[in-house]
Structures are given as C-alpha cells and as structure tokens.
C-alpha cells in the first residue's frame, strides 16, 4: 500500500469511529431501507428485479446494503479497508437479519473470486480515495460475470470546486477541476488526500477495462450534504452528482 493510501486508510480508522458512536441511529436509519435515493432506485430497478449478488467496493457504514437487500439484492459482500467500519457494518447487517458479509481489504485488489457478482454497487464518497483508477476498473470488471452491472452513484468531479457560501455559488480559489488531488477538508478529515478523476477519465478508464456504458446523467442534488450547511451551489444550478450504469462486454 502506497504513503497516501495508507495516510487515508488511517483517517478513515479514526472518522469511522462516528459510525460506532451513532450505532443505535444508523441502525434505525438502516431498518428503513431508505438509504437508495430515486435516482438509485430508477437506474438500478431492472437489474434488482433478477436478486444479483452484488458486490459493494468501499463499503462504508452499510446502509446502501440493507437497502439494496430490501430493493431486491439476492446478497451483498461489502468490502471496505477500515475495520472499524466493517466491524460495525456487520454487525447492523447481523442484527437485521440481511443477508450482508463484510471484508477488510483495500480497493483495488479486493480478495474476491472473478466473476462472482452481478452487479457491482459503489459511489457516494468512493472514487476519490481511489489513486489508481485503471487498477480499480480492472478490479470491478474482474469481479464482475460477463455481463453483470456496474453501478456507481457519486459526486460530481466538480464538486470540490464549489464554495458552501449560501448567497451565490463561487469557485474555490485552491481548487481546480483538472488538478489531480486536494486536501480533504470536512470528512474524514485529518489531512486525507482526494484524487480528482474528471468524468471523460472515469468513462474512458471503465471502457478500456472492458465494460460498455449503459447510462450516464449529472444531476444537480448532492448525494450528501454537510449537516447545518445550505450551499448556493446546491440550489440548481451547478452539478452536484453523476449516475453512471456499464455493463461488462460479454
Ligand atoms: C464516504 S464512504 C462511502 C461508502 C458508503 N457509501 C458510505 O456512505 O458509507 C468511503 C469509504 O471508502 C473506504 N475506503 C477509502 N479508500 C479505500 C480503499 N482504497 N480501499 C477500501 N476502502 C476504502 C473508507 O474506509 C470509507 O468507508
């Protein structure tokens, strides 16, 4: 593992401990399956309707999984480098009876059999930790059967660019959207470095890797919003998240 991955993999460790902390919350959160947002639950309802076995890279607190479960999902191996968070994940998903398992591993090079999923689900905060991202579309098109899913829902590759000021939106002076990584500055905090991938380099890496684009459309809404935070650039006039469906070439 690389300087700054490791780096971000210990800011993870120590922010994750929110997810302990605000167990008895999440769960309850989790319970209601609300965690898919429309634009999730549209992109994604064909591909539910058949119960894939799906793979979640970056799998964070969990709730995506148990709503993934609830909207069809057969299963969900989540897979995610800070054991704090899979410690936690499992045990919501345990204590929900969902059909969830968790792993402790780095993206990419997930300890996953090829071609074991259907679909692959990630997004929300996910590809910017990702310092290689040839290697980590590689890695999705291998745990992918010939013509399983991937689905990613995520910011922006703008979104670091915006300001939080709530009259008007306004570039960030340190910021730049061809720059190849920034300093996270709100969560997890703790001189974390995000790597920017713009979207022509997103697209172009899953193509090369083997996998055709089914879909893809930018939206203004944020999938996450700073709590007590209400940003101009929020308001409708800027990209805030993409969608994006591909399908591995049979
Ligand atoms: C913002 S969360 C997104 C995941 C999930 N949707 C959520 O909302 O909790 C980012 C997750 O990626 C994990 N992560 C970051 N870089 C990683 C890597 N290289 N390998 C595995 N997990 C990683 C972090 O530990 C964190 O749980």
């Known amino acids: 593992m690389d300087v700054t991955t490791r780096a971000n993999r210990s800011a993870w460790e120590t922010a994750a401990h929110k ?10 959160q989790a319970a209601t399956g609300s965690e898919l947002v429309a634009i999730e639950r549209d992109l994604l309802r064909e591909v539910l309707s058949r119960s894939p076995a799906v793979v979640h890279p970056q ?6 999984d148990i709503a993934l479960v609830q909207a069809g999902a057969r299963s969900v191996v989540g ?5 704090v968070t899979v410690r936690a994940a499992q045990r919501r998903a345990d204590e929900l009876g969902a059909p969830c398992r968790y792993v402790v591993a780095a993206v990419p090079g997930m300890p996953l059999a090829g071609a074991s999923a259907d679909l692959v689900y990630t ?8 310092r290689d991202l040839a290697a980590w579309a590689r890695d999705i098109a291998r ?14 590759p703008a979104v670091p660019l915006w300001t939080w000021d ?5 570039i960030r002076p340190d ?14 905090g703790n001189g974390a470095v995000e790597w920017q991938w713009n979207l022509g380099q997103i697209v172009t890496t899953l193509v090369a890797a083997g996998l055709e684009i089914l879909h ?13 935070v209400s940003a101009a650039a929020w308001s409708g006039r800027l990209p805030n998240s993409f969608a994006l469906l591909a399908r591995r070439r049979p």
């Open 19 to 28: 997810y302990v902390d605000e167990y008895d919350e999440l769960l309850a």
């Open 59 to 64: 799998s964070g607190h969990g709730l995506d």
């Open 79 to 83: 897979v995610d480098y800070s054991s």
């Open 123 to 130: 997004g929300k905060g996910a590809l910017i930790w990702m």
């Open 143 to 156: 745990v992918l059967r010939p013509s399983g899913h991937l689905f990613v829902y995520e910011a922006h």
């Open 166 to 170: 709530e009259d008007e939106p306004r």
């Open 175 to 188: 910021r730049g959207y061809f720059a190849r990584s920034h300093v996270n500055d709100t969560f997890p």
């Open 216 to 228: 893809l459309s930018e939206y203004p809404e944020p999938f996450w919003r700073a709590g007590g």
